[in-house]
């Protein structure tokens, strides 16, 4: 009895999935919705704070991207294209549940220190360094340095040229590696690695 066929084939690309969904072959869409979910209910959360909603967004998202079937043309990554309606949708969301958050004058001092024993990274300082940046240059530098979208992606999910996007990445660097908590911070990452390295 022969061995079965052995399938080394890649996974279909987006594109693939997106001309099978048009073409309206059964699971198609699944395997979109599959493949890019925990991306967008992730930067979901990273809009509006709340689990619940998140969930909310990504559903109204797949549903979004469902209506857009058939007939739709990818012409660049689906994280580029889900990225705005993703935004916006968590944006819309917040607003209506009435969980809107007064904008809050935070600045990095304000922060609260790590607890003793703690070196910022177990601490979490991070993100609470990177909630100090203005909105708009904490979202580009999310967008390149988490979600790992070139400039061109950035500045076509945002809709801004892509001067303005490098304008804000080299705002938003400066701001961190002039500021001395951040410096701390990378400075004591630096040394628990070092640290580890040598264990």
Sequence with gaps: MPNPPCDDSPPPSDQDLVAAANAGHPGAFEALYHRH?????????R??????????VAQETFIYLLSKFPGFTLT???????????????????KKSRRMKPAADETLDSLPAPAPGQTPL?????????SALPETH??????????????EEIAQSLEIPVGTVKSRL???IAMMRDDPRVRRFFDQAGEAENEKRKT
């Design 76 to 94: 660049a990554r689906l994280t580029t294209f889900l990225y705005p309606a993703v935004k916006n949708l968590s944006i819309g969301l917040k």
């Design 47 to 56: 809009f509006t704070a709340d689990p619940d909603l998140a969930l909310d």
């Design 37 to 45: 979910r925990d991306w967008v209910i992730s930067l979901a959360m």
């Design 170 to 172: 080299h705002n938003a």
């Design 138 to 151: 904490r979202e580009v530098i999310l967008m390149r340095f988490v979600d790992a979208m070139s400039l």
């Design 122 to 130: 177990e601490a979490g300082d991070l993100p609470q360094v990177l």
